[in-house]
């Protein structure tokens, strides 16, 4: 409208006693704005943005306002969760990059069950890149086949009973009706235990990603749908107290001693991974101006976790990560027996025996830890079948809802993380199945997720230290080494 004839439509920019300075100037404006749409500003300037101008004013100090004294529902306090931190992420950090551990086998084209997802994400941080098959190790390919590979070469042809061996076992490889009956048993007996939708490692509509190449990180991904995922989450899969409003799809914390324990550890767990899930995209923001650099936000942290932004409930939420933590911590110590029973198998000897030792270090540095979560606590009493049924049928559902997830990353990290948290509730509610050596057993995927959220987890405690932190010039970090 500014374009138009007569002074009184001018914008004031342009007011002038010379109306034909005016006229000429007002012939100039679309050039002038098209110059400004076309040339790319330098990317020195990238920091002087009004994001980054409000970012180096930005005060996170009442994010952290929680965090201290005991963690809610658990037997430690916060401090010592960071000291514990503080030993383990490291160890995590070096396990998490090796071949069994940074390979996840998963689903990433299931359409939502629950509503229809418009299309995915275009955005460029959304995309994954897969692995190629010759990307994986054999053995975790096929670990059945590449044991019989790896036995029947290294048998001696001096060795009789090898042939025969083979003789035997390639006249019937089908099991009797009784084994077959017990198999069935014991896939009916882990499936009532399982928290989770599973993907089956058998089919062949899954992918290899490798994790390591494709980083839990900001992409850009909001709006609605992912509201519409956390809504599902907080409103319809979280016990909530008839008191608390649903305009807000978050339980308030001053109304969770209104519910049971269990429902209330539920939650606490829920927004514990949100909160770990929060801070990564926090502390692997897309810098401006610089599209393959990443690194801390705190203008956006502030936005998620400062008391002002979230109803007062922002550091609570940074506790019940703490509490998350925790309980995952606790799933990974009493599953001890199992962690020293698996091979960790990939094909190459070698590099399985070092990824075992690295998995028993990191056991024996929790052991070290003092009393954390008590699972005992939980579904005792008359009620107790019924509830857990409940929270198992409510934590599925979870897992479903990860396909609902239009950004491709996100459901990757998403599933991934869900599937962790299952894994540690399978374990802490299985009675002792898990804490015997010859006890239960867990599928590749499962024992992947549970270290994976582990590590993240622990990564996200860790990385509170960059929003506490003193800052740099032009609200960067001292140190760029976090920068990915």
């Not at 698996?342 to 270090?361: C, I, M, P, S, W």
């Amino acid at each position: 409208m500014y374009l138009q004839g007569g002074r009184s439509s001018r914008h004031p920019f342009f007011a002038s006693t010379d109306d034909a300075v005016c006229g000429r100037m007002e012939k100039l404006l679309p050039v002038i704005l098209l110059l400004c749409v076309l040339l790319p500003v330098p990317s020195s300037l990238g920091y002087y943005s009004r994001a980054n101008m409000n970012r180096r004013s930005v005060n996170t100090e009442k994010c952290f306002c929680e965090l201290n004294g005991q963690v809610e529902d658990c037997c430690c306090n916060v401090s010592t969760v960071e000291v514990v931190v503080l030993e383990l992420h490291p160890q995590l950090q070096k396990l998490l990059k090796s071949p069994y551990f940074r390979f996840f086998r998963v689903a990433l084209d299931r359409p939502c069950p629950f509503w229809n997802e418009q299309g995915g994400c275009v955005l460029k941080g959304c995309s994954i890149s897969l692995c190629k098959e010759d990307d994986v190790p054999v053995g975790i390919k096929a670990a059945v086949n590449a044991e019989k590979a790896v036995f029947s070469k290294d048998a001696s042809t001096n060795d009789p009973s090898c042939a025969r061996e083979q003789e035997l076992s390639s006249v019937d490889d089908t099991i009797s009706d009784v084994n077959r009956r017990a198999f069935n048993d014991w896939r009916q007996h882990d499936a009532s235990d399982s928290f989770c939708h599973l993907d089956d490692e058998n089919s062949t509509h899954l992918d290899y990603v490798d994790l390591t190449l494709n980083p839990e990180r900001y992409t850009g991904y909001r709006g609605e749908s992912p509201h519409r995922v956390w809504n599902a989450i907080y409103q319809e899969n979280c016990f909530r107290p008839e008191s608390a409003s649903s305009k807000f799809p978050f339980i308030p914390s001053r109304l969770l001693g209104s519910l049971c324990r269990e429902k209330r550890a539920y939650y606490r767990m829920i927004s514990g991974l949100h909160a770990s899930i929060n801070v990564h995209l926090c502390a692997k923001y897309q810098l401006t101006g610089q599209h393959d650099k990443f690194g801390p936000n705190q203008e956006e942290f502030a936005r998620r976790f400062d008391p002002d932004h979230t109803n007062g409930e922002g550091p609570q939420w940074l506790k019940n990560l703490y509490f998350t933590f925790l309980m995952v911590l606790r799933a990974v110590i009493k599953a001890g027996p199992l962690w020293q029973a698996e091979r960790f198998y990939t094909g190459d000897a070698a590099v399985d025996q070092h990824v075992k030792e690295l998995v028993l270090n990191i056991l024996n540095a929790t052991r070290s830890c003092p009393s954390t979560f008590d699972e005992t606590m939980l579904f005792n009493g008359d009620s107790a079948s019924v509830l857990k049924r409940e929270v198992q049928s409510h934590f599925k559902n979870i897992s479903r809802i990860m396909d609902c997830v239009a950004c491709q990353r996100c459901r990757l990290w998403g599933k991934l993380q869900v599937q962790g948290l299952g894994t540690a509730m399978k374990i802490l509610f299985s009675g002792d199945q898990y804490a015997v050596g010859d006890g239960g057993a867990l599928q590749r995927t499962e024992i992947v997720a549970l270290f994976n959220v582990f590590g993240r987890l622990a990564d996200s405690i860790n990385s509170l230290s960059l929003f506490r932190q003193p800052r740099g010039d032009h609200g960067r970090p001292k140190s760029s080494k976090n920068e990915l």
